[in-house]
């Protein structure tokens, strides 16, 4: 066993504060809207630190080790165009601030506000099950880590019988998430997730330290050098032969961040939790100061496990790892659990416990999360519109908890079953498109277009499933014999053979491209169908007192007059918009400038670690700063959070029901 006894409670400190601060939040719900919007009563900055926990998670760091250890500091390159349209669309309040004016509190109300009741029932099933399923992974993915890093053996002895490590973790945790759900729905997430993240962050400062201390720079450049020229960990340009993540994978996901804006209904309670549409589009912007920072911090982790795995330094301990790694049956399991494997064998005392810590933090907060969001959209999307008498709120939230069980039952069964095959990232790109291939385009257009149609939407979303769940058949049935019988035609052989080969995010993208074409041809097709926006979004007459804000700046029509400041901005407000704008264009100045110069001048190795070396100590200063930053402003948010809680007056009709477009407390 990797850990001693302050490993141990290190562990254990955390999940105890943790674990009482979810049962404190249990009187606090007393409606639906309090289970499933934390009453509509959360400021930016928590709702920045807490839904970043959420979306880091356990199995996204290891994705994460996975992605930078195959490509090294090259993915940190392409991920500015990505995180860079994030601050964009953030800044612009692009998708987040409408749907907050919408009230809806789950993405498939608005679609019956928008579309349909019919509509939203399908939509909801499409999200349900393709956010199920990918799901299903996480638990395992977690369980996994936590056996490998911590050295723990397959199977502990118990009442005389070996019973199986893997399965007992994968209880223990998803109980707790479970559990964390339970007792206070959205609001126990938002206060968990929120100390946890706070947590997460200074934990990843330290272990920084502690790693420039354990592996000098000389040592990392020579083991990131010996890379093959061109599968490069260090220039951005010579990445033609890594597997999976090459420039395509960064293209398509900058594409899809502009395009897959709040599509994703993972954290969907977050969608419909701010104090009001301002709250909420300030809480994206800080969110995407979070998302560059994080990768920042996480970075240097798996460049010192391929370090310690690749330098002669370290061969002897390496030995050990490397032995463990052959025994591993599944190579992608191998491939996953790479990076914990070394950074148990390398990490001192204490730091092994605070990083254990940080991935029982990340594993719990995307686990109670996943769990609310999936659970409630059941309940919400599909059971509820079937429904001609209302629930009672007792009944509607025993609905909503059995139905959260219910998810974890499944993903617990799916983790132990499922037989992984390709890359975390891939696997999530093709079972996300079963519903995001087309609900980006149904949002987008709703929200933002009236001549997008019910006909249009119900298109869009049936061709970017149906080609998702094509290319989840394609990779898990053997289709030999048919390659074998087109031989004779070796055009359409090598053609066949080529879409075969397509990985999930290859897929992903061709679902998203093709929902876009259908929705915009079945639309001017079919006709508009007279949408009153200005109900639908509560503007001018339509309006709601206690959402008031500033005249709608947010539409596509005004382009660049969409960031424009209203009268809302503080001038708090207006700092962090403008230092947001400095930051956004410097970066794309590096980003484009270093480009071009790199297509005309062949910049050499050397020059790129001393740029690398750098962007690390950017990095620390940055998430040293950002850590203290948001942890004073979101102690002030949680304070004010529960404040409104204790005084606000329920309402038993906001509950999600919408009636002839409108919703039913309205």
Not at 262 to 271: E, F, I, L
Request: glycine share 8%; net charge neutral.
């Amino acid at each position: 066993m990797n850990m001693d006894w302050m490993d141990w409670a290190i562990v254990a400190a955390l999940f105890s504060v943790v674990t009482v601060s979810a049962v404190a939040t249990k009187r606090y719900t007393r409606s639906v809207a309090d289970f499933l919007a934390a009453g509509r009563s959360a400021g930016r900055y928590v709702i920045t630190v807490s839904e970043g926990a959420a979306a880091l998670g356990a199995i996204t760091i290891v994705a994460t080790y996975e992605k930078i250890y195959n490509a090294g500091f090259t993915a940190q390159w392409w991920d500015v165009p990505v995180l860079a349209i994030g601050f964009f669309t953030a800044l612009a309040g692009w998708v987040i601030y409408r749907f907050r004016q919408t009230r809806a509190m789950t993405m498939a109300q608005f679609f019956e506000m928008r579309y349909s009741r019919r509509f939203r029932v399908f939509a909801g099933v499409l999200a349900f099950v393709s956010g199920l399923v990918n799901f299903g992974i996480f638990p395992a993915v977690g369980a996994r880590f936590f056996i490998f890093f911590c050295g723990l053996p397959e199977s502990f002895p118990i009442g005389g019988v070996g019973v199986s490590t893997f399965v007992l973790i994968m209880l223990f945790l998803l109980g707790i998430s479970l559990l964390f759900t339970f007792l206070g729905g959205q609001i126990a997430v938002i206060v968990t997730d929120f100390i946890q993240g706070l947590f997460c962050m200074a934990a990843f400062l330290i272990i920084i330290v502690v790693l420039t201390q354990k592996f000098s720079w000389s040592q990392i450049a020579e083991a990131l050098s010996s890379a093959p020229k061109d599968a490069s960990l260090v220039n951005p340009f010579r990445t033609t032969e890594i597997e999976g993540f090459d420039i395509y994978f960064f293209l398509i996901a900058m594409f899809g961040a502009f395009y897959m804006t709040m599509a994703w209904q993972g954290t969907q309670g977050y969608n419909c939790s701010a104090r009001n549409p301002h709250e909420a589009k300030m809480g994206k912007v800080l969110g995407a100061w979070r998302f560059m920072v994080l990768p920042m911090l996480i970075l240097l982790m798996p460049i010192c496990a391929y370090t310690f795995l690749h330098h002669a330094d370290f061969a002897e301990q390496a030995a050990a790892v490397r032995a463990t790694l052959a025994g591993i049956e599944n190579e992608q399991i191998g491939k996953q659990m790479t990076v914990p494997l070394a950074l148990g064998a390398f990490l001192p005392s204490g730091v092994m416990g605070a990083l254990c810590a940080v991935m029982l933090a990340a594993f719990i907060s995307t686990h109670d999360t996943y769990l609310h969001s999936w659970g409630s959209i059941f309940i919400q999307d599909v059971v509820i519109p079937f429904r001609k008498k209302p629930l009672t709120p007792r009944q509607h939230l025993l609905l909503l908890r059995l139905s959260t069980c219910g998810v974890a039952i499944f993903i617990f069964f799916f983790s132990l079953l499922f037989r992984q095959s390709e890359h975390i990232f891939m696997f999530f790109a093709i079972t996300g498109a079963i519903y995001l291939g087309g609900a980006g385009s149904v949002i987008v257009g709703g929200l933002y277009w009236k001549g997008g149609t019910t006909a249009g939407a119900w298109g869009a979303m049936i061709v970017g499933s149906v080609l998702a769940v094509t290319g989840i058949v394609i990779k898990k049935v053997d289709l030999s014999a048919l390659l074998d019988s087109l031989q004779s035609f070796p055009t359409l052989s090598r053609t066949v053979e080529d879409i075969l080969s397509l990985d999930g995010q290859r897929m992903f993208f061709f679902a998203m491209m093709a929902a876009i074409i259908v929705y915009i041809t079945v639309s001017l097709l079919t006709g508009q169908q007279g949408v009153n926006m200005d109900r639908i979004l509560h503007r001018g007459r339509y309006a709601v007192a206690k959402d008031a804000a500033d005249d709608d700046t947010t539409g596509l029509r005004y382009g660049w007059r969409a960031l424009r400041m209203g009268a809302e901005f503080t001038l708090q407000d207006k700092i962090i918009y403008v230092a947001f704008f400095v930051w956004l264009f410097g970066w794309l100045a590096i980003f484009v400038g270093g480009t071009l110069y790199n297509l005309v001048v062949d910049v050499k190795t050397e020059s790129w670690l001393v740029f690398w070396r750098y962007y690390l100590w950017a990095a620390f200063l940055l998430g040293t700063v950002t850590t203290v930053w948001f942890a004073i402003g979101g102690l002030h948010d949680l304070n004010d959070m529960f404040r409104r809680l204790r005084t606000a007056e329920r309402d038993d009709s906001d509950d999600g029901t919408v009636v002839h477009t409108e919703n039913d407390d309205e």
